[in-house]
């Protein structure tokens, strides 16, 4: 049992108990009891209080004495929070998660400034940080080594030079596609054919749609660990964050994230990043191009880090449709997509 007072701080223990029969939490099919050590470090002040075995398939952390963890502080809602063990299958890793149960003030990873979703799984990685409500107590994650989060090997200055080398293929892959399109322009311009598009036709804004036209110069954001960042923004708006990585040739990795951010089109925003190199340089790579991104689309400096009010909604009741969006006036067909992109995102939220 884990208590506020310090008078029970030598006393910190986790009691095994069987599961309150009014608990507002559903043990998911996947659900296992762990294949290896697990425990919670208990830490107040940066002194080391206790240390708890996480040894059942959920251990139920909250203010009543029923919880296998007890913490006694105000702030702590009555049935908190959930840490659930997942089994290892083929496409998923062994692991924990950490499912808030709609807490009145909340559950924190790593020192985020938001509170984590209620109601839906977040990874818990070894090292990971977790803290409830107002508890001045932090809990980290201890288990073994290979389900730690990779870190990024690289210094500042090597991240730097990544962008730097990013920005340049950038600007290389501009002036291609610039000098294409001119020449394809000059082309129908001989031909005298305007696509039916008469002499009023207006061009279109590149910044609309082309990232590398957008400005942002937040760099001090996000350049000293692009990955923390990335994740924190991922983790703020709801959506979980996934690499995908490819390995082209020898030592030449192609690393791509999906963005759910809204373009005018619809369409997904893709941050790419190709290094000849070590896969973790790729994902840095990666990671730094997805926060440029960001930046360039004005998300890294919203104010308090909120999310967007669109990820409180729930989007399965209205179909998955916006409430001011109307398909009958839609001849893009941007609507659909921008709902297709939901429904995934919303059948990718349960791990």
Known sequence: RDSESSAAAESTTAVLKPTPTDLPYKEPSWSAVPDREYSFQVLKGGIIMSNIPL?????VIGRKEDCDIVLEHPSISRYHAVVQFRAAEEARASGFYLFDLQSTHGTYVNKQSARIRAQS???LKVGHMVKFGGSSRNFILEGPEDD???ESELTVTEIKELRRKQEEEARQREAEAKAKAEADEAKEDDAGVDWG???DAEDEDPSSENPFALTGNNEDLYID???KTLRGWFEREGYELEYNVEEKGYSHFVCTVELPIDTASGDPVIAEASVKGKKKEAVVACALE????LDQHGELRKACHEGRKRKEKNWEENDYYDSDEDTFLDRTGTI????EMRKKDGTQRDP
């Open 55 to 59: 040894n059942k398939p959920f251990m």
């Open 121 to 123: 799984y977040q990874r």
């Open 148 to 150: 730690q989060e990779d």
């Open 197 to 199: 598009l008469g002499d």
């Open 225 to 227: 660990d692009p990955k």
């Open 290 to 293: 997805a926060c440029r991104i």
């Open 336 to 339: 659909e997509k921008k709902r």
